[in-house]
């Protein structure tokens, strides 16, 4: 007979395990929920164990230490936030440009909080001008309108066909050209004692250099011309006879010193100086008085310092854009006041000066651009001066294109100065004195009284 257990080896234990299977569901029953809960318990309890050694071993950071550093790392609170002078505001503007702006105020963050900046522009004679201007033709534009007596920036419109976030109003390497005829013309009356009839003689062509032009001699082909015309026609050799035969290197350095020449301006926008370089060699003086050279530069906001002396009686005016800064608060952080610079010239050159400039838009160099302003109801309310340069660059694909000047109103007492830098192209575009012409005629029109406010904008 065969062993049932030998037949099935796992019969009996198969037996055993259901058997035991019965017993620990006896003993068990009534605690399944409580076993689950422990075992849940001791799941959670390891896992909190292993975080906290976790923690440990991390490197140990001093959260309180830490903050209290922070704090004293932290900007000053913006109601301590100052700025005293011109020089702070350049560094807060050194990388937040005021190109081109077309709004009188603007926010400016600073230190994680935002500040209020009131800046002295008029918008609409901004946009205006920025309107006009002519993009296809020009390499550069710059256009500075300032109060003359005040020295506030009205306009500071530029141009760069190269670079749109550059303004050619703060930069200086664009030969002044004949511009430099009026330093030259300040030192004649305070050095050599002319006045704006002196009889002036010279040979040859009115916008030539020769050397043969600087010689002190007259015979039967010797033209003779005031003071005044010689200016105002932008005649070379006239000038360059009174820097070669009667100023000299040392005179013309003292007055383009005076002028702002290799100074800094102390500007709230960076801006580098205009050059002037003397070297002792009288036919260089004859170039250097007459504007007839590359190596003198100036910018288009210095060109607006040096018309301001001529109605301030020889005294130019410090330029300013901003005229506040406040906090959140409205407590104000910066106010402007004017200033007024260094003597330039003499009170009596600057009324010679005035002559000279004046002539310039009625019979000179600028008499198309200002053709009719006599017959202009808002232009012949004003005082109008003003001189022209241009010259090439040295490789003769920019012709530079200069008017500086000023206008006023005697029965207002308001007082313009203007300066106006175009870098022509192949072709010649609006000319450097038309612009100063819409500037002026748009500036005034807005300022008359109620009965010129409706004239017709002939210039538009």
């Known amino acids: 007979m065969r062993n049932p257990l030998k037949q099935n080896p796992n019969r009996h234990r198969n037996a055993d395990w259901r058997v035991f299977q019965a017993e620990l569901k006896r003993k068990n029953q009534g605690r399944g929920l409580p076993g689950i809960a422990g075992l849940r318990f001791t799941i959670l309890s390891l896992l909190a164990i292993f975080t906290f050694c976790g923690l440990v071993a991390l490197p140990w950071d001093n959260s309180a230490q830490k903050s209290a550093t922070v704090a004293e790392a932290s900007p000053p609170p913006l109601q301590a936030l100052q700025f005293g002078s011109k020089k702070d505001l350049r560094e807060l503007f050194s990388e937040r440009g005021l190109n081109n702006l077309g709004a009188k105020t603007f926010e400016l963050p600073v230190n994680q909080q935002v500040l209020q900046v009131e800046t002295s522009l008029d918008p609409e004679l901004q946009n205006y001008l920025l309107e006009k ?38 930069r200086s390497e664009f030969p002044a050209a004949s511009i430099f005829k009026i330093i030259t013309a300040a030192a004649a009356v305070d050095h050599c004692g002319l006045t ?5 003689h010279f040979n040859g062509y009115k916008h030539t250099l020769y050397k043969s032009q600087l010689k002190e001699k007259t015979n039967r082909y010797t033209n003779t011309i005031s003071l005044k015309n010689a200016f105002a026609q932008s005649v070379n050799p006239v000038f360059g006879k009174i820097g070669k035969l009667h100023l000299g290197g040392t005179q013309l350095e003292k007055f383009a010193d005076a002028f702002g020449f290799n100074t800094p301006l102390d500007f709230e926008l960076p801006h580098t100086p205009s050059h002037f370089r003397i070297e002792d060699r009288p036919y260089y003086w004859a170039e250097l008085a007459s504007g007839f050279n590359n190596d003198t530069t100036l910018s288009p906001l210095h060109g607006a310092m040096i018309a301001s002396a001529v109605i301030n009686e020889g005294r130019m005016v410090e330029p300013s854009i901003v005229d506040r800064i406040l906090n959140p608060e409205g407590q104000i952080l910066y106010q402007w006041h004017p200033v007024l610079e260094q003597q330039a010239m003499s009170s009596e050159a600057s009324s010679v000066l005035s002559q000279l400039m004046q002539t310039t838009i009625s019979s000179g160099t600028s008499r198309k651009s200002f053709r009719g302003y006599k017959r202009d109801r808002v232009l012949s309310q004003l005082q109008i001066g003003g001189k022209t340069g241009s010259i090439d660059n040295r490789s003769h694909d920019q012709r530079f294109d200069w008017f500086v000047g000023f206008a006023r109103n005697p029965k ?13 192209q192949e072709y010649i575009g609006i000319r450097a004195s038309r612009y100063a012409r819409l500037a002026m005629k748009y500036y005034f029109q807005n300022c008359l009284a109620a009965s010129d406010q409706d004239l017709p904008d002939q210039d538009s």
């Open 196 to 200: 704006a009839d002196s009889k002036m």
């Open 412 to 424: 207002k007492k308001t007082k313009l100065a203007v300066a106006v830098m175009v870098a022509h």
């Open 133 to 170: 201007m002519d993009r296809k033709n020009s390499r550069y534009i710059g256009i500075v309108v300032m109060e003359a007596d005040t020295g506030r920036i009205l306009a500071l419109a530029g141009f760069d066909k190269d670079d749109p976030n550059a303004n050619p109003c703060l």
